[in-house]
């Protein structure tokens, strides 16, 4: 291009030259002419070959636009192989296992002294007594959870707590599940929590209040788990309906000392579910869970039934409980025992025999106005035996109201009150400040 | 108690035992049945999952979604984690090996690329997708290659009605080609125009259609609007030259109108699936509604 410029200004200016110097035809004039042809030449070619740079440019950007326009749209062309094989439990996070980390602490005031804290008809067992009071680092969860492979599933969740100065870790759930039974069948293995009542399979970062009801607390020293395996069968009906059966080694409460052989505790649930309208959802189930125990905590041998029955209504509208909504939850608890009890503080003293039954329920709701907000009510009550080594005239009661504020799903602030009436004349209030977090995966929660 | 239970079972069995020899597909989404319907209305049944009016995002693991997720044959979902909230517990709960995997498991963004890839999932980042955006219904060109994939899928798992599924998809294609002309006509003067959104869920009609997103209302993808963000967008969506404030039929739309009021420009909502306004009958009816709303808010 350098070059055609000045050729091109000769190729302009020379012929004029040329017409001004015409008269004298002369040797030198001549080989002026010659040269001056030999110049015009050179631009006619340089002109040209300008040209044909030019042509084959534009025929290369026609050639690359049609490239581009030959080529599918960008957008559909990358249908990778993988993708026929999506596997949505597997994209469910970028970890593989994914992992997630529950973190909550607390600030407990109880207006009575949790030492002198006694349930009268019901001794106090496993993680069932009140709070510690102050302020106190709730239970740190951690879980990993992945398929396995195409037939398993696994979660490991580990339990991390500080309990006077010492670190306590404990392992709640680490079990495996199938995926790929046939007719609707799950079958498990591993420690887990029991799926009996309603809330003994949810972890307690899902409740909707700081602690587990009175009943949980009494009959299952809060939450039922154990070493066990289980089978469920979901039935291919409309209806949700859920079938299922368990056996556990039998050395938790209500259980004991791994009778049977490490065979200690059975039980069977039903759950049944749908929906009434776009609007409302019930899910209710009925359990048994039936347990020997051997000197268990609260002294107790012998054979016990504990029957479980649960119902939850869901109003939201449209489904969407998210933003606003209301639950409906109750659960009743039968307690049937036949056994001895030794006295646990004194195990010289006589042992009892016992045959008798127990109750507890509770009633709660929620009440869900804004992706922020939510309050809720719930009313405790047991009922405890009439006669034998636990008997009581007092049947204990509890009220307890909640606030929880949620930034997001991830973290909330909740502000418990609860009147507690474990035993005649000693009336706990109950003040608790919680946060709860949740960092990593992003679980899905049951029903 | 535990003879009574095998009876049960029994007789769940026998009376579950399978007669219809239909396939059952569950769709998370409408629109995902939508093209389920333009693509085999009479050889499937459809279960669809969520509507309109629900925020896809936070649906809950229901009793009656496990019931029908636990008899489908082949599940259809956006993917991409959109129903990372619900599915996979629906999943495990179901006990239905044929839809956890391989061919019975269709995941729509799978099919197609996805855009917004994040660089790195973070929650102060809000709910961010590490798969890409998953709401890929409103790009018609990737519904198409979507349609074709899953017309594909349903010849295979049903083989004997493949060729009916061939046959739709192929009177589909040339029906929503045709529709794909006519809608980038008729949007032609969207192009360029700029929107302010309420959640980052648009981009893929905005980029089809030229248009342009110089805001969002929640501050971070998944966090409800604050106020003082929203005061911020006053200025942005004045000087940006927005045309509208574009919120989906489930979406609370105070926040648009608070927004609208003070800069004058319209809130619009928009149907974003099927069955979002009374247009949105179909994936046609969703398109069709879509571009009259936004042409409107040019008057």
């Known amino acids: ?447 | 108690m535990r003879k009574l239970l095998l009876w049960m079972i029994v007789l769940l069995g026998v009376l579950a035992a399978p007669v219809e020899a239909k396939l059952r597909v569950f769709a998370c989404e409408p629109e995902w049945g939508s093209l389920l319907e333009e693509l085999a209305a009479d050889t499937i049944d459809v279960d669809v999952a969520t509507n309109a009016l629900q925020d896809v995002h936070v649906v809950e693991a229901r009793p009656s979604l496990i019931a029908k997720m636990r008899k489908a044959d082949l599940l259809v979902c956006s993917g991409a984690q959109l129903e990372i909230g619900w599915l996979p517990q629906l999943l495990r709960q179901a006990g239905n090996a044929r839809v956890t995997s391989a061919a019975g498991n269709f995941m729509a963004a799978n099919q197609v690329t996805t855009l917004d890839r994040p660089a790195s999932v973070d929650r102060a980042a809000g709910d961010v997708h590490p798969d890409g955006n998953p709401h890929v219904q409103l790009d018609p060109y990737r519904v198409l290659a979507i349609a074709r994939a899953l017309s594909a899928r349903l010849g295979e798992l049903d083989a004997a009605n493949a060729a009916i599924y061939q046959q739709r998809f192929d009177d589909f294609e040339s029906r929503w080609q045709a529709a794909i002309t006519r809608w980038e006509i008729k949007a032609a003067p969207l192009k360029g125009k700029a929107v302010v959104v309420h959640h980052s869920a648009w981009i893929y009609l905005l980029q089809w259609l030229g248009m342009r997103e110089i805001g969002s209302l929640e501050p971070k993808p998944g966090v409800p609007p604050t106020s003082a963000h929203l005061s911020s967008l006053i200025d942005v969506t004045k000087a940006g030259g927005a045309v509208a404030i574009i919120s989906a039929a489930y979406q609370d739309s105070k926040p648009d109108e608070w927004l609208a009021g003070r800069t004058g420009v319209p809130a619009l909502v928009l149907p974003f699936t099927v069955g979002g306004d009374e247009q949105a009958k179909d994936l046609f009816g969703l398109y069709d509604s879509t571009i009259d709303r936004l042409l409107g808010a040019l008057k």
Do not use: C
Not at chain 1, 250 to 263: D, I, K, T, Y
Not at chain 1, 389 to 408: C, E, G, M, V
């Open chain 1, 1 to 447: 291009m350098r070059l055609l410029a000045p050729a091109l200004a000769l190729t302009f200016l020379l012929p004029g030259a040329l017409q001004a110097a015409e008269p004298p035809p002369d040797a030198q004039i001549a080989a002026l002419a010659e040269r001056i042809r030999a110049l015009e030449a050179n631009a006619q070619m340089l002109q040209s070959q300008a040209a044909e740079a030019l042509a084959a440019a534009q025929a290369a950007q026609a050639e690359l636009q049609r490239m581009k326009t030959a080529q599918p749209d960008p957008a559909v062309a990358e249908v990778s192989v993988t993708a026929k094989a999506g596997d949505v439990t597997a994209a469910a996070n970028q970890f593989n296992p994914s992992i997630a980390l529950i973190l909550n602490g607390s600030y407990v005031n109880h207006s009575k002294d949790p030492l002198d804290y006694r349930r009268a008809g019901f001794p106090l067992v496993g993680e069932g007594g009140p709070s510690a009071n102050g302020l106190r680092l709730g239970e740190s969860e951690l879980s990993f959870a992945a398929n396995i492979d195409d037939k398993l599933y696994g979660q490991l969740t580990v339990a991390m707590e500080s309990e006077a100065g010492e670190t306590h870790v404990g392992i709640e759930e680490a079990y495996i599940e199938t995926t790929a039974l046939p007719g609707g069948f799950i079958a498990r293995g591993g420690r887990f929590y029991s799926n009996i009542g309603y809330l003994n399979s949810h972890h307690p970062h899902t409740d909707y209040f700081s602690d587990r009801p009175l009943a949980y607390q009494a009959f299952l020293g809060n939450q039922y788990g154990d070493d066990g395996v289980q089978l469920r069968w979901i039935a291919p009906t409309d209806a949700y309906l859920e079938i299922g059966t368990e056996a556990f080694r039998g050395e938790n409460a209500p259980a004991a000392g791994a009778a049977h052989g490490g065979v200690g505790a059975k039980t069977f649930f039903v759950h049944a579910g749908g929906d009434v309208g776009s609007n409302n959802s019930w899910l209710a189930g009925a359990s048994i869970l039936h347990a020997d125990a051997r000197d268990g905590e609260d002294g107790f041998s012998g054979r016990s039934n504990l029957f479980l029955f649960d119902f939850t209504w869901k109003w939201a509208p449209h489904g969407a409980f998210k933003d606003s909504g209301i639950v409906l939850r109750s659960e009743a608890f039968i307690d049937d025992r036949k056994g001895v009890v030794i006295d646990p503080q004194d195990p010289l003293a006589l042992a009892q025999s016992w045959e008798g039954k127990r109750r507890g329920a509770y009633v709660e709701g929620l009440y869900r106005f804004s992706r922020s907000w939510d309050v809720g009510y719930r009313y405790d009550r047991l009922w405890a035996a009439s006669s034998g080594p636990y008997a009581s005239d007092h049947d204990p009661q509890r009220h307890s109201i909640a606030a929880t504020w949620h930034n997001s799903e991830f973290s909330l602030l909740r502000l418990q009150l609860a009147r507690d009436e474990p035993q005649a004349h000693f009336l706990d209030n109950v003040f608790t400040l919680q946060y709860q977090v949740s960092l990593g995966a992003h679980g899905a929660h049951k029903f």
